[in-house]
T-cell receptor
Framework: DQQVKQNSPSLSVQEGRISILNCDYT??????FLWYKKYPAEGPTFLIS?????DKNEDGRFTVFLNKSAKHLSLHIVPSQPGDSAVYFC?????????????FGKGTRLHILP | DTGVSQNPRHKITKRGQNVTFRCDPI?????LYWYRQTLGQGPEFLTY????????KSRLLSDRFSAERPKGSFSTLEIQRTEQGDSAMYLC?????????????FGSGTRLTVV
């Protein structure tokens, strides 16, 4: 069962425009959420995170929004740049378990078009 | 500190052979995780260590898989009698006791191809 769902396998966005990547989760015990970015032949790198006590977290061009009642989060990238072309993984973990085991979605491949 | 290091980067092996991968975490990180990623999937949890203790193993980790972290430093993941279905990217990650704010730090992975 897929506890973290990224329903868009790929997304193409014009350079300079906003990229919005979506993620849904099913486990109500999740209360810490993360986004990772992955380039080919590299491991995933941490991008941004959000705790369930917040509904928004911003870091430069990246903003993550959390709608806990809908079990939905999204990553906004503004403005999109060519170097943002990568696979983005949404991930979640239940803090209560204290093991910090992160559950990942299948990823969304973002293409930034010139 | 150069981050999480994994060796080898690539491994091609014949079905039925044993393989071993090594992971060197960031030195001050006491938690170490192994994940597996296949094509079109996100990383899937295999096992994790806190210092030298292996605290959890996924059901994905069959009896042919074994992981160790002697002395709480580097870790090894061994696959015995490899099968074609074991072909995947094996990712190691490490973290401090709390992942909040920075998550895990992943290595570049070991890509295993079983022929």
């Amino acid at each position: 069962d897929q506890q973290v769902k990224q329903n868009s396998p790929s997304l193409s966005v014009q350079e300079g425009r906003i990229s919005i990547l979506n993620c849904d989760y099913t486990n109500s015990m999740f209360d810490y959420f993360l986004w990772y970015k992955k380039y080919p032949a590299e491991g995933p790198t941490f991008l941004i995170s959000i705790s369930s006590i917040k509904d928004k977290n911003e870091d430069g061009r990246f903003t993550v929004f959390l709608n806990k009642s809908a079990k939905h989060l999204s990553l906004h990238i503004v403005p999109s740049q060519p170097g943002d072309s990568a696979v983005y993984f949404c991930a979640a973990t239940p803090i209560v378990n204290r093991d910090d085991k992160i559950i990942f979605g299948k990823g969304t491949r973002l293409h930034i078009l010139p | 500190d150069t981050g999480v290091s994994q060796n080898p980067r690539h491994k091609i092996t014949k079905r039925g052979q044993n393989v071993t991968f090594r992971c060197d975490p960031i030195s001050e990180h006491n938690r170490l995780y192994w994940y597996r990623q296949t094509l079109g999937q996100g990383p899937e949890f295999l096992t994790y260590f806190q210092n030298e203790a292996q605290l959890e193993k996924s059901r994905l980790l069959s009896d042919r898989f074994s992981a160790e972290r002697p002395k709480g430093s580097f870790s090894t993941l061994e696959i015995q009698r490899t099968e074609q279905g074991d072909s995947a990217m094996y990712l190691c990650a490490s973290s401090l006791a709390s992942i909040y704010n920075y998550g895990y730090t992943f290595g570049s992975g070991t890509r295993l191809t079983v022929v």
